[in-house]
């Protein structure tokens, strides 16, 4: 059965540095997304993503956030200059649309920032 | 405009004993509804779907929910906790619509007592 892949799984960095994570979605999936979630917390919305471009984006995904699909099979989530309120585990999610709506994640990954 | 709420953060059964875990949501347009469960250091992983076929929905592990909309409810139910039941569970909604956001409540984690 397709997954939904997300590299790395655990990244570590320094305040003030670039992150970019890296997801590949299941392969015939229009709709694109990406959460977080800090350690203990519910699930956020980041933003959603479809026909290249941003759908949907929450009050989280400030300017310091950027996503693109560079290659028609990757999705990435970039973060500028990290923070350490930026350490959450990143998810990751691509979904077909109708009927079910249904949201496909992946295993996240865990960014931690020093 | 939609949210969930999940009553209980926390439950505790012994095991053997019945599972019940309550979600109420708001939602503008019909909802679509989901119950994810997560285990430690772990992603989310699917457990059953309403997505306005039956009312009673089965899952994995013998779980089920039953739609409500009189009640605004999906209340998650399983007859026979199992130690390896002992988890955190995310209830979510999800619009009707293409590109929709998942909207996740705060968790409740089970623990089972033997």
């Known amino acids: 059965e397709p997954e939904v892949t997300q590299t790395p799984s655990h990244q570590v960095t320094q305040m003030g540095q670039e992150v970019i994570l890296r997801c590949v979605p299941i392969?015939?999936?229009?709709?694109f997304y990406w959460y977080r979630q800090i350690l203990g917390q519910k699930v956020e919305f980041l933003v959603s993503f479809y026909n290249n471009e941003i759908s949907e984006k929450s009050e989280i995904f400030d300017d310091q956030f950027s996503v693109e699909r560079p290659d028609g099979s990757n999705f990435t989530l970039k973060i500028r200059s990290t923070k350490l309120e930026d350490s959450a585990m990143y998810f990751c999610?691509?979904?077909?649309?109708?009927?079910?709506?249904?949201?496909?994640f992946g295993p996240g990954t865990r960014l931690t920032v020093t | 405009a939609q949210s969930v709420t999940q009553l209980g953060s926390h439950v505790s059964v012994s095991e053997g004993a019945l599972v019940l875990l309550r979600c109420n949501y708001s939602s503008s347009v019909p909802p679509y509804l989901f119950w994810y469960v997560q285990y430690p250091n772990q992603g989310l992983q699917l457990l059953l779907k309403?997505?306005?076929?039956?009312?009673l929905v089965k899952g994995i592990n013998g779980f089920e929910a039953e739609f409500k909309k009189s009640e605004t409810s999906f209340h998650l139910t399983k007859p026979s906790a199992h130690m390896s039941d002992a988890a955190e569970y995310f209830c979510?909604?999800?619009?009707?619509?293409?590109?929709?956001?998942?909207?996740f409540g705060d968790g409740t984690t089970l623990t089972v007592k033997p």
């Open positions: 999610a691509s979904g077909r649309g109708q009927p079910t709506y249904e949201q496909y």
């Open positions: 309403y997505t306005s076929a039956a009312t």
């Open positions: 979510a909604v999800t619009p009707g619509t293409n590109a929709g956001k998942s909207t």
């Open positions: 392969s015939n999936h229009l709709y």
